[in-house]
């Protein structure tokens, strides 16, 4: 494990063509298969290579939120301390994220009380490396959200910062660089994804305090810390009413919203300012949510798309989307392989663990790492006899073939729901008048009386 991990002190690290490579494998997957768009913001407030810098952000979503951070920062090799949850898939896995840079973190609740003796190696290797100038990212919330809301910071990565700043007799700069992760969509495949990054905050002005007060001094920054990060990231903090307003926000009603405040919806990292207002306003005002839950029980009990009310589909809809989907067939038989293999394996061992939230850290590394690899080896094998150089072709289109089968079962999925909506005739149309008029009593307690 130290081998993975430890940077000497005083040498510049190189990276090797085999880690660079890798990450730009992972980069053309994850921009062109996994996410339909990738942004990284605020890449100006990190600190420069070879500045001792902790990158502390919220954990949304399992090694998805790490590998956002591996993309976002290019001229160095990050380090990762992750929940070692992710360590005990299979011995293959294991051994690829120590070499990209991560290092187990065990917690009480998930391993056991025995098992936290084991953190002491990972935390004197981080220490160690943050005097010798490295970049550390770490999730202090000790696991990661199903939501979106910020959870509980342990104060590890405080006792480890410090640590280090002793080592070195309180001389070194530490950093601390606020981060978070944010997702237009937590499952499935083509949402976007965005690492948003915050000003950099220093621990040295701390240094002298902390010598003689270091639990205020830990907890005082830590408060400094959290509030950096949740100025970042959308934070809701009502978590009775979480579902009805994560449903307005997800909502034509948050669209218009979005573009009401002069935001793009269709741009995430607008997208999140105006989510962040629009929660904000939601919190801070008497809302009606009994009507809501009503609204969006309704359309749940009736697997209806919020889409639908506003396109509002017709017979005639429904006949081009089984044209597209019936001339389309042909490609969509082609594309099975590998897509079957793509989606079903990881969901199924996705399927086997309690915490569904690790279906994106399955699906993305088992899809990239062994099942594309793998067929494009055997597409090129069982073809290259008849086909010749053509296999070839057939074997790079496999990742697009995989996208455009996402696509083809989605319609599919569309189409249902469209004739699910037509099937509910009256019931649709009285659904959507209750819906509209909510809308509109928002609007007037939230917007227009709220906009000076």
């Given at each position: 494990?130290?081998?993975f ?16 490579a ?10 062109g ?7 990284s ?11 001792p ?6 954990h ?63 935390f ?9 100038g490295?970049t ?25 910062a ?29 949402n ?6 915050g ?9 002298e ?21 949740r ?5 809701v903090t ?8 994560d ?60 889409r ?6 017709t ?49 993305l ?17 069982a ?30 999925k ?28 928002l ?10």
């Amino acid at each position: 494990m130290r081998d993975f991990f430890f940077a000497k002190k005083g040498v510049k690290e190189k990276l090797s063509l085999g880690y660079k490579a890798t990450k730009a494998y992972f980069r053309l997957m994850i921009n062109g298969l996994y996410y339909r768009r990738y942004y990284s913001v605020g890449v100006e407030n990190i600190p420069a290579p070879g500045t001792p810098t902790l990158v502390v952000s919220d954990h949304q979503n399992c090694l998805n939120d790490a590998l956002a951070v591996l993309l976002a920062i290019n001229d160095r090799k990050v380090r990762f301390i992750a929940r070692a949850d992710a360590f005990t898939i299979n011995r293959l896995f294991t051994k690829f994220i120590l070499w990209v840079g991560l290092l187990p973190a065990f917690r009480m609740m998930y391993q056991g009380e025995e098992q936290l003796c084991k953190n002491q190696e990972t935390f004197r290797l981080s220490e160690q490396n943050l005097l010798n100038g490295c970049t550390i990212t770490i999730y202090p919330e000790a696991g990661h959200q199903t939501r979106h809301w910020l959870g509980f910071f342990s104060h590890g990565y405080l006792r480890m910062a410090f640590e280090a700043a002793r080592m070195s007799g309180f001389e070194k700069e530490i950093f601390i660089l606020p981060s978070c992760n944010h997702y237009s969509k937590y499952h499935g495949l083509r949402n976007d994804m965005l690492v948003r990054f915050g000003k950099p905050i220093s621990l040295k002005p701390y240094y002298e305090r902390f010598q003689t007060r270091p639990r205020t001094v830990r907890r005082e920054v830590n408060n400094l810390v959290r509030a950096r990060i949740r100025e970042l990231m959308l934070d809701v903090t009502d978590l009775e009413h979480y579902d009805d307003i994560d449903f307005l926000r997800r909502s034509r009603f948050g669209s218009d919203f979005a573009r009401f405040v002069g935001k793009n919806p269709d741009v995430l990292p607008e997208r999140l300012k105006a989510d962040r207002e629009l929660v904000a306003r939601i919190q801070a005002e008497d809302i009606p949510f009994d009507e809501v839950r009503a609204v969006r029980e309704e359309m749940e009990g009736l697997r209806l798309e919020d889409r639908q009310f506003d396109r509002q589909p017709t017979v005639l809809n429904v006949v081009g989307q089984a044209l597209l989907l019936l001339v389309t067939l042909p490609l969509a038989v082609l594309a099975i392989w590998p897509s079957v293999l793509c989606w079903v394996i990881p969901h199924h061992y996705s399927n086997k663990m309690e915490d569904n939230m690790f279906e994106g850290t399955l699906l993305l590394p088992i899809d990239v790492l062994v099942i594309i690899p793998l067929s494009f080896v055997i597409t090129v094998l069982a073809e290259w006899h008849w086909l010749g150089a053509w296999s070839l072709v057939h074997a790079f289109a496999l990742p697009l073939l995989c996208v455009f089968e996402w696509y083809w079962c989605r319609l599919w999925k569309r189409m249902c729901a469209d004739i699910r909506y037509l099937k509910a005739g009256n019931r649709a149309k009285e659904l959507k008048d209750k819906r509209e008029l909510i809308f509109t009593k928002l609007k007037s307690i939230l917007l227009w009386t709220n906009k000076k």
